[in-house]
């Protein structure tokens, strides 16, 4: 297939039997768009985390491939939640996630959120990320090394530009089941309280 | 200062573990008169840590206060033992400013009450309703068995040592006949 401004004018040309009829040629447009340019929140949990700055900076150069890193979740595409979730962080990446807008995408990393890892028998991180959020990509190993995270990353941008990568519609449209399993786990109240009276108040950190 | 502390406050010899390093076991109502009197009188001014440890089968916790003076580079281990059912003892934080945080730690993971602190809420955990987790009769794996779900195995997985007998024993069968055959191949090549 032929790429940039060529592949464009062949869209737009429009080819019905294309194995991406089911696409329009604006939505393929949006997509290709999309995946060209995917901004990653620095954000980490776990220990996969310490596996991100060198996939980011001018080891691995993530940004060759339009990855890049964003500061805040409004402007991010891609949350990597980079290994073992606590209660306490799945509350963050909860209210993190949801502050993002769309089309967003989750990229889990290490098997502690394929299978709680190494974590298994663990009273205080959940087992199972995608019980809780949507997940549209995993990369296993523990850790994955930069190359994987970058070859999950490759694998995401294919499913972006085939635009079947649409878990933040999964989540709307599922929203009582996910909130369902986070109500099990995190009690009636999933969003963290933002008092920050636990390390303000007088003799608290 | 050991024959004193014998005298005053343990019923057992001040331990020497090496060069620098004490331990004495005290009854729990001498435990603060000790620590004051170590504190003023012989510059152990830091408390280093709180530890506790869980004899369930004696029905009791035992509290080990850790303190060092660096004007000696010496380290005093100072042991006293509590109940375990509605565990409570007094607040240092009157005395050291760090054991506050300390007993907020210890009153979440075991949930023993230190009366006179006066901020005991949860440090690391959010919103935990179940046994203090470091308790020995909170059952680890049955809470996660009963509280999260865990991924089904696959489909096709296969039980690995089984399925590495089976291939070992292919392997050997295809080394024998190959065996075989070049002892055959060589009876031909003499006859
Ligand atoms: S998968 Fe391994 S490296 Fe990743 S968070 Fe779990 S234990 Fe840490």
Not at chain 1, 119 to 136: A, C, M, Q
Not at chain 2, 37 to 43: F, I, Q, S
Not at chain 2, 70 to 99: D, G, P, V
Request: charged share 30%; with cysteine; glycine share 6%.
């Amino acid at each position: 297939m032929e790429t940039g401004f060529l592949q464009e004018q062949k869209v737009l040309e429009g080819d019905l039997n294309s194995e991406n009829s089911h696409q329009n040629s604006v939505d393929f447009l949006m997509n290709w768009f999309r995946k060209q340019s995917i901004f990653v929140l620095a954000y980490g949990t776990g220990c996969g985390a310490i596996e991100m700055p060198p996939t980011f900076t001018s080891r691995y150069d993530a940004e060759r491939l339009g990855i890049r890193g964003a500061a805040t979740p409004r402007q991010a595409d891609v949350i990597i939640v980079s290994g073992y979730c606590s209660y306490k962080t799945l509350r963050r990446i909860i209210r993190t996630y949801e502050q993002m807008s769309n089309p967003k995408y989750l990229l889990a990393l290490g098997s502690c959120t394929v299978n709680g890892g190494m974590y298994w028998d663990s009273y205080n991180t959940i087992k199972k990320l995608e019980d809780y959020l949507p997940v549209d990509m995993y990369v296993n190993g523990c850790m994955p090394r930069p190359e994987s995270i970058l070859e999950g990353f490759i694998a995401l941008q294919k499913e972006i530009g085939e635009g079947k990568a649409s878990s933040w519609q999964k989540y709307e449209e599922n929203y009582e089941f996910y909130r369902k399993n986070q109500e099990a786990v995190l009690g009636k109240k999933v969003e963290p309280s933002y008092e920050a009276d636990w390390y303000l108040y007088e003799g608290g950190l | 200062m050991f024959s004193e502390i014998k005298n005053r406050f343990a019923t057992d010899d001040v331990e020497v573990k090496r060069k620098g390093l004490y331990k004495v076991v005290v009854k729990h109502e001498r435990l603060f008169a000790l620590i004051v009197m170590l504190k003023e009188m012989y510059d152990y001014k830091t408390l280093n840590t709180i530890t506790c440890t869980d004899w369930i089968e004696e029905g009791h916790f035992a509290l080990t206060y850790i303190m060092t003076t660096l004007k000696r580079n010496e380290t005093f281990m100072l042991q006293t033992m509590i109940l375990r059912e509605e565990a409570h003892t007094k607040s240092l934080s009157y005395l050291f400013k760090q054991a506050q945080i300390m007993e907020r730690d210890l009153h979440e993971m075991y949930g023993i009450k230190f009366e006179g602190n006066e901020n005991l809420k949860e440090l690391s955990l959010e919103n935990w309703v179940h046994t203090p987790p470091l308790r020995r009769e909170f059952d680890t794996l049955e809470f996660v068995n009963n509280h999260l779900t865990f991924r089904d195995g696959r489909d096709d997985n296969i039980d690995t040592k089984a399925e590495s007998k089976r291939l070992r024993a292919i392997k050997k069968a295809e080394k024998e006949a190959a065996k075989k055959a070049k002892e055959s191949k060589k009876a031909e090549d003499v006859q």
